[in-house]
């Protein structure tokens, strides 16, 4: 009896222990969270805001086109800068920065008194969408027990599509309000401070998860692995302590300093005969990210749900309908990414959006453009993209590179991420035109075909295994 009663102690203590263990990881990872929540607001709310900064500012086509694109060369710049911030000042340092850069980013678009203002308060939001891109990503691999750390890192791209989707509904909101503050009928605080501009009511809702982002990042714990790197030991040791138990913190603080060891800390390394397959995968996955279609799906969003049947006010309201398909997706790969691993979900995410993509097109070619088969081929690709394409490179990318210059490896992925961004959206227009709707998507499904195949022939199954196992592996290859 004696004994039955301290196994039951013994078990509940255990319990205690994971359930604290847990917590600390889900508050640690719901705060890091908010910075991909707002990137993904930052990038979408200028969709509502286009048609009355227009006006407001009597913007001609090029200005307008530069005011759209101002936040993807701040997001670019704000890469560059995040991999040797992030491996010289630590990863925590430069989440607050980019927390900074969003709320004076937000406040400065609310209440710019000039376009150019108003151009200047983006690019500075788009560095801080660039930091953290790269930061986020690589903070939640670096603070995640290997057997959660791919929904853990999923929930970066989770929380960038709910940053999007609040955004739309954000600005959905706000013009619905926008009749009754012209009226005199509601007056709000949004009509006293920006009066009849409600697009300065737009950006300014981003000041609300920047000042939560800021405050949460001063309870949660720098990186383990980058604080070993810098020799705090004692600091990376009760972290880990905290994440994976004195046992496993023990095994896996002579693992790091084992690849420590073995490491230079400089980009040569990336060329190294077995690191050079990571650095390709590393380039590969966002590429053929940008490159499969997703865009051209979103952009052709509200057409396909209108000829479906669907009854669909205004393009907002259709935005917000693919905005809430794609998060409710995305849960598919949080649910499934540490049981079936990323190469299988991959290789199903890539056969399928190949499939969808295929029979898109067909329907365009076809004409059959306001049947329920072009519906369902279009959200297939969704769902597909959302469950593997679209979380997938941030987990492997997060992954795959050495301790001392993964923020830098890191930040090389992600700037393909930006930089095939930017080529998709010049050449989309002239595929369009040149190759019809049917083409442009047989091109995408052939990205993904292609996808698939560099995934079967070149990734590995990382499931289950640490980060510095990840790098033996790549060190006996």
């Known amino acids: 009896m004696v004994v039955w009663v301290s196994e039951l102690q013994a078990a509940k203590s255990r319990i205690d222990v994971n359930n604290k263990r847990l917590i600390y990881l889900v508050f640690t990872a719901f705060v890091a969270a908010l910075g991909g929540l707002l990137f993904g607001f930052d990038m979408a709310v200028i969709s509502g805001a286009i048609p009355f900064v227009k006006e407001q500012f009597s913007l001609s086509p090029a200005a307008e086109g530069w005011f759209v694109s101002s936040a993807l060369i701040g997001a670019i710049l704000g890469v560059a800068l995040s991999g040797e911030l992030s491996d010289r000042r630590g ?62 890192v999923t929930c970066y791209q989770l929380a960038v599509t709910i940053g999007i989707l609040t955004a739309y509904l954000s600005n959905w909101s706000l013009l619905a309000l926008f009749p009754a503050e012209q009226a005199n009928i509601n007056r709000s605080l949004f009509s ?113 749900l209108n000829d479906a049947g669907l009854s669909i006010d205004d393009a907002l309201a259709s935005q917000i309908i693919m905005g809430v398909a794609i998060v409710l997706f995305t849960f598919i790969a949080i649910w499934k990414v540490d049981q079936m691993g990323r190469r299988k979900l991959y290789l199903i995410g890539t056969a399928g959006a190949t499939v969808s993509l295929f029979l898109t097109g067909l329907c365009f070619y076809m004409d059959v453009n306001a049947g329920l088969l072009l519906l369902i081929s279009a959200l297939s690709f969704l769902a597909f993209f959302s469950f593997s394409i679209g979380p997938l490179k941030f987990v492997i990318a997060s992954e795959i590179f050495p301790n001392k210059i993964r923020g830098r490896a890191l930040g090389i992925s992600i700037l393909t991420m930006w930089a095939s961004d930017a080529i998709v959206g010049q050449l ?32 590995p199954e990382t499931k289950g295994k640490t980060l510095e196992e990840i790098q033996f592996m790549w060190s006996r290859s």
């Open 192 to 304: 006293s401070v920006f009066g009849d501009q409600i697009w300065r009511a737009m950006f300014s809702l981003e000041v609300i998860p920047a000042v939560l982002f800021f405050i949460g990042l001063f309870f949660v714990p720098d990186s383990p692995r980058w604080l070993l790197k810098q020799g705090r030991d004692d600091e990376g040791r009760e972290i880990l302590i905290k994440i994976n138990g004195e046992a496993e913190a023990q095994k896996q603080i002579k693992d790091i300093h084992r690849t420590l060891d073995q490491e230079e800390g400089s980009y040569k390394e990336l060329l190294a005969p077995g690191m050079r397959i990571a650095l390709l995968i590393g380039i590969l996955l966002p590429l053929f990210s940008q490159f499969s279609g997703i865009n051209a799906i979103i952009y052709y969003g509200p057409r396909i």
């Open 91 to 152: 990863r925590k340092k430069s989440l607050l920065l980019a927390a900074v850069m969003f709320f004076t980013s937000a406040v400065g678009c609310a209440l710019a008194p000039s376009f150019m203002i108003l151009i200047l308060a983006r690019i500075l939001g788009g560095m801080a969408v660039g930091i953290a891109s790269n930061v986020v990503p690589l903070y939640l691999s670096e603070i995640s027990p290997a057997d959660i750390r791919g929904r853990l």
């Open 428 to 459: 989309m227009p002239v595929s369009l035109a040149g190759l019809g709707t049917a083409g442009t998507f047989w091109i995408f499904a052939g990205f993904c075909f292609v996808a698939f195949w560099v995934i079967y022939g070149l990734v």
